[in-house]
């Protein structure tokens, strides 16, 4: 069993010099879809799962999935992350499930929508700071907000991080990894016009602190070619647009560890299951149209795995057990 602390992940992608994709998951084809683009690419992996995820599986389901995902592939490192918690109490739920990573977000107040207080956000998160640690467990935090809404998390109002106040919200929390708002934005329609990111923000934070790991989220690129499928088998998604790529790597070149991706996956999934329902409308079996969807999904995130440069870097490292990484906080 390789279930490790997302620390761990994190670290060695900032030795390696390259980032790692965060795909969520709500159900089995999506986690089997991720895990087998793992194993094809050899790639370190990070599951994660929102609020809105663990109320859709019912949470025991999901945390069993992912703990086959575990259990069925001993030579892939993986760290279960919650993504946008908002209050320790969530935190605890997940802990007590067994993820090795959790996010506290509190950009936002707990209703996830508001923007917070600097002196709210320092204060929630290093409350789940000193809580998670003791149990070995990754903390990733967030500052600056970024537009868009997904899953209901959101401002929709973007605040970009400033980097003298990220370097002070890292001292005063002692938080693993730190989401940064540089332009990107949540869900599917990103953008008007090809969004130009702010990556020297992210040159600036991590020359600041060179050795937190930070993180992009709303980071989907929104591939014409899954759009135009899911068009054309009687969707109707104009205008969608996402994060090129090379914007994604020219972060990651700068400091970017975690990228999150979930519409992508979103996409692949919807179009696929949208072409077999559509030339095949005889058919009723969701095997059918499931099967299809996993190996859709699959392909967009092996794509990633090796955009991002986490592919071939799985077996580079003896895996951290959360008591291992219980000890390192100690000291
Ligand atoms: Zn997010």
């Given amino acids: 069993m390789s279930l490790v602390p997302m620390k761990q992940i994190l670290d060695e992608a900032m030795k390696g010099g390259y980032g790692v994709g965060a795909f969520n998951v709500n159900n089995m084809e999506q986690i089997q879809a991720i895990m087998e683009a793992a194993r094809r690419t050899a790639s370190p992996v990070i599951i994660q799962a929102s609020r809105g995820a663990l109320k859709y599986s019912n949470l025991i389901y999901l945390k069993h999935l992912m703990l086959a995902a575990v259990e069925e592939n001993p030579d892939v490192p993986v760290a279960m992350h919650l993504d946008h918690g908002n209050g320790l109490e969530v935190i605890k739920q997940a802990i007590g499930l067994g993820f090795t990573s959790v996010m506290i977000d509190g950009s936002l107040m707990e209703d996830g929508k508001t923007p917070?207080?600097?002196?709210?956000?320092?204060?929630?998160?290093?409350?789940?700071?000193?809580?998670?640690?003791?149990?070995?467990?990754?903390?990733e935090g967030?500052?600056?907000?970024?537009g868009g809404i997904e899953d209901g998390v959101g401002s929709g109002q973007i605040h970009l991080t400033d980097p003298t106040q990220a370097a002070a919200f890292i001292k005063a929390t002692g938080v693993d990894a730190l989401a940064i708002a540089i332009g990107t934005s949540h869900?599917?329609?990103?953008?008007?016009?090809?969004?130009?990111?702010?990556?020297?923000?992210?040159?600036d934070i991590h020359?600041?602190?060179?050795?937190?790991?930070?993180?992009?989220?709303?980071?989907s690129s929104v591939p014409r070619d899954l759009v135009d499928t899911i068009n054309r088998y009687g969707g109707n998604m104009p205008n969608a647009m996402g994060v090129p790529m090379e914007?994604?790597?020219?972060?990651?070149?700068?400091?970017?560890?975690?990228?999150?991706?979930?519409?992508?996956?979103?996409?692949?999934?919807?179009?696929?299951?949208?072409?077999?329902?559509?030339?095949?409308?005889?058919?009723?079996?969701?095997?059918?149209y499931l099967k299809p969807a996993r190996?859709?999904?699959m392909t967009v995130?092996?794509?990633?795995?090796?955009?991002?440069?986490?592919?071939?870097?799985?077996?580079?490292?003896k895996p951290l057990s959360l008591e291992n990484m219980k000890k390192i906080y100690e000291h």
């Avoid at 967030?142 to 970024?146: K, M, N, S």
């Avoid at 869900?187 to 040159?203: M, N, Q, R, S, T």
């Avoid at 020359?207 to 980071?219: A, E, N, Q, Y």
């Fill in 116 to 139: 917070s207080a600097y002196e709210y956000n320092v204060d929630i998160t290093k409350k789940v700071v000193d809580y998670a640690h003791r149990f070995g467990v990754t903390v």
């Fill in 142 to 146: 967030e500052l600056g907000t970024l």
């Fill in 187 to 203: 869900g599917a329609y990103k953008f008007k016009a090809a969004p130009a990111l702010a990556i020297h923000l992210v040159e």
């Fill in 207 to 219: 020359r600041r602190c060179p050795s937190i790991p930070l993180v992009m989220h709303g980071s």
């Fill in 247 to 288: 914007s994604i790597q020219a972060a990651i070149r700068k400091g970017v560890r975690k990228v999150n991706v979930d519409t992508d996956s979103r996409l692949a999934v919807t179009g696929a299951v949208r072409k077999v329902l559509v030339e095949t409308p005889e058919k009723f079996d969701p095997r059918d």
């Fill in 295 to 297: 190996e859709a999904m």
């Fill in 301 to 317: 995130v092996e794509g990633k795995m090796k955009d991002f440069g986490q592919a071939g870097h799985a077996g580079d490292y």
